[in-house]
């Protein structure tokens, strides 16, 4: 889990967390090249993207404590790393993402998906590969 946007605004998390999913991408990706004659199988990444309210603290007791983010967004973002795997693409962006962003995901198929645990559907963008978000909006998304 990664969080964005504890010191700063929506839509600059929603960019950096656009970002870096296009580096974890690429950085695979050259792993795998790395690795190519020791796995058997490439590595695999499956990213899901969401937004929404936490609660940040510190949880655990003695030396077993980490910093970490509870809530809604986060059982909502969990969902989607899993609906990236179920549908064979790399990242799968909440439209509230996008629309924070500030960027049109359009050319990548828009679903409305179930998630466990909320009434409502989710709209998503489903992304094959995390490259193409670079590809999309580069001027936002270095």
């Known amino acids: 889990m990664a969080l964005f946007g504890i010191e700063d605004d929506p839509a600059r998390a929603a960019v950096d967390a656009l970002a870096a999913a296009g580096d974890i991408a690429t950085r695979i990706s ?3 090249l790395e690795l190519e ?11 899901g993207i969401h937004s929404g309210t936490v609660i940040l603290g510190e949880m655990g007791y003695g030396t077993a404590r980490s910093f970490t983010a509870i809530g809604d967004a986060v059982n909502t973002t969990a969902r989607l790393e899993q609906i990236a795997k179920d549908n064979d693409v790399e990242v799968v962006v909440s439209r509230e993402v996008e629309a924070h962003a500030g960027i049109d995901l359009g050319d990548h198929p828009l679903q409305s998906v179930p998630v466990r645990g909320r009434r409502a559907a989710l709209e998503v963008r489903l992304i094959t590969t995390a490259d193409a978000l670079r590809e999309t909006a580069p001027s936002v998304i270095s």
């Open 30 to 32: 050259r792993l795998n």
């Open 37 to 47: 004659h020791d796995l058997p199988t490439p590595l695999r990444v499956a990213i």
